[in-house]
């Protein structure tokens, strides 16, 4: 993803009160931040949040946390945010390589990632949100009924990604490889990515995995 500096987006995030500063003090301890004992679902490079967005507003039962690397996309959610008279969503500007500092054991019922970075290079296959370095680190996060819920457009990254949920001993609950016109369409939330790849007729990938 290509990113434009948005200046003042760093400082604008740490006062901001929809951003959760220092997220480490509240691992295992999420359920009290929220005031309820709803799941919690998260997802990890939400850029600009339309899609946590719309799902927290269509489930006022469950805890959404929207987790970006960057503050110039970061900022754009906020944005989304300030629009919603909800309090079950928040955000976080943390870089997901360290995520098992933030969450304990089963604190997480699913995790959404969207048209994750691809980082086409062999030798960045471990930064892929979908490596098997990453299953491990959501092993340690997802409770024993969670799921792991991937989508994109991109054909390599998808076939890595099924390879990657079997050698991480995870199983595929469903996968489509053009979920907008799988039986699995209906209720889907796009993401920004997601409308602009499908509006090029780039057909959407979608997979399911748990445990
Ligand atoms: N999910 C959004 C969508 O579908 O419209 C954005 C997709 S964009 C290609 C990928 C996003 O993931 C970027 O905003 C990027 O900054 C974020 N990202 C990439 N690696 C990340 C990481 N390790 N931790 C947190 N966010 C990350």
Not at 30 to 49: D, Q, R, V, Y
Not at 129 to 154: A, C, I, Q
């Amino acid at each position: 993803m290509r990113l434009r500096n948005v200046r003042g987006s760093r400082e604008a995030i740490a006062a901001n009160e929809f951003v959760v500063q220092e997220p480490e003090s509240h691992k295992g301890k999420w359920n009290l931040f929220f005031g309820n004992n709803n799941p919690i679902h998260i997802e990890i490079g939400m850029g600009k949040g339309k899609f946590i967005c719309q799902l927290a507003q269509e489930n006022p039962n469950i805890n959404y946390i929207g987790i970006e690397k960057y503050s110039s996309v970061l900022i754009r959610a906020i944005d989304k945010r300030k629009e919603l008279e909800i309090d079950n969503l928040c955000f976080i500007r943390f870089d997901a390589e360290y995520i098992n500092d933030i969450f304990a054991e089963e604190e997480i019922a699913r995790i959404y990632l969207n048209f994750s970075d691809p980082w086409p290079k062999d030798r960045h296959a471990k930064r892929r949100l979908t490596s098997k370095e990453f299953f491990e680190r959501y092993n340690r996060m997802l409770r024993r009924d969670g799921e792991v819920v991937f989508k994109t457009d991109n054909r390599l990254l998808f076939d890595f990604s099924l390879e990657e949920v079997a050698i991480a001993g995870w199983k595929l609950k469903n996968h489509t490889y053009d979920l907008h016109h799988s039986e699995y369409a209906l209720g889907n939330v796009m993401t920004e990515y997601e409308e602009k790849f499908s509006s090029m007729g780039n057909p959407i990938h979608r997979l399911v995995a748990f445990r």
